[in-house]
């Protein structure tokens, strides 16, 4: 396969994900957030290429990755896609760096195959929500009136049908500390994702199975690898679910990422790398 080319991924509900790889050396896999796509990741990956063999995915139904109307998209389902990816791929001693859902990803599969996993970056992790659109709903009273709405049986087959680039952009915008980081350019490649059939069914399946990333911090305390906790200082989460996280996940700290909300990987995409790289920096100068 030649670098930088979209591939597609074929998952064992017979639908695929797209994914790209870029750079050398050894393996690290981005993941994104909700309602976003492999592109989230691209100039986080861009500046890890030449220190890392880097593999940017679309998880299940996003971005223009298929969508199978009779799948259940929760954490199980997206656990088990990765790793049939790191499996298929032969991969091993991998780096998982992920954000919000892409955070307690890389917890629920370096539980899985803790011997393959070399260590986690887990950036503004999604492990708290307690009802429909949790978190998302925090970030401006737009999103708490339009996720209410989602959430209810009828009204929500509707309002989710209103999706739009301005509604988007209004319900984004609350993850950012700086707005200008979410570029008109980008939106309209999230736009793109309303013409894929079977969208309206796994955008709100997704957020319907926030129960099963919430109940997914169960697993931080049997984690055994090398972990790196990250918040946005101005992300969603409290500061209570964020020394929870900490503590279960055994770590005496977190890093703050100053002036920055839940979407790290566009708002502080040098910062972000930094931090990924610099475990195995400091291996290589030692």
């Known amino acids: 396969m030649k670098m930088n080319e979209i591939k597609k991924f074929r998952l064992s509900d017979n639908t695929f994900i797209r994914y790209k790889k870029i750079g050398k050396g050894s393996p690290l896999i981005l993941l994104h957030t909700i309602r976003n796509r492999l592109e989230y990741c691209e100039e986080v990956a861009s500046l890890l290429k030449n ?21 259940n998209y929760d954490q199980f389902f997206m656990t088990r896609s990765i790793l049939d990816f790191i499996k298929e791929k032969k991969l091993s001693n991998v780096t998982l760096a992920g954000e919000s859902i892409g955070a307690v990803l890389g917890v629920t599969v370096a539980n899985s195959i803790p011997k393959k996993i070399k260590h986690i970056f887990c950036f503004n992790p999604y492990d708290y929500a307690k009802k429909f659109g949790d978190g998302i709903n925090r970030g401006n009273f737009f999103s708490k009136f339009i996720l209410f709405h989602l959430g209810l049986p009828v009204v929500g087959n509707l309002f989710v049908r209103l999706e739009n680039k301005i509604i988007l952009k209004q319900i984004l915008s609350g993850g950012f500390y700086n707005k200008k980081k979410l570029l008109s350019d980008y939106l309209d490649l999230l736009c793109k994702s309303f013409n894929n059939p079977g969208y309206f069914y796994h955008f709100k399946n997704v957020l319907s199975n926030y129960g099963s990333w919430n109940k997914s911090n169960g697993f931080y305390e049997t984690l055994k690898t090398k972990k790196t906790l990250v918040y946005g200082k101005f992300d969603w989460s409290t500061e209570n679910e964020r020394e929870k996280a900490m503590n279960l996940l055994g770590l005496k ?13 566009l708002e502080a995409p040098e910062r972000v790398a930094n931090i990924i790289s610099k475990p195995k920096i400091m291996k290589s100068l030692g």
């Not at 880097?54 to 009779?70: A, E, M, Q, R």
């Not at 700290?253 to 990987?265: D, P, Q």
């Open 51 to 71: 220190v890392y063999t880097v593999y940017l995915i679309d998880l299940p139904g996003f971005g223009d990755s298929s969508i199978n109307t009779k799948t």
């Open 253 to 265: 700290k977190k890093t703050i990422l100053e002036e920055c909300g839940h979407f790290s990987f």
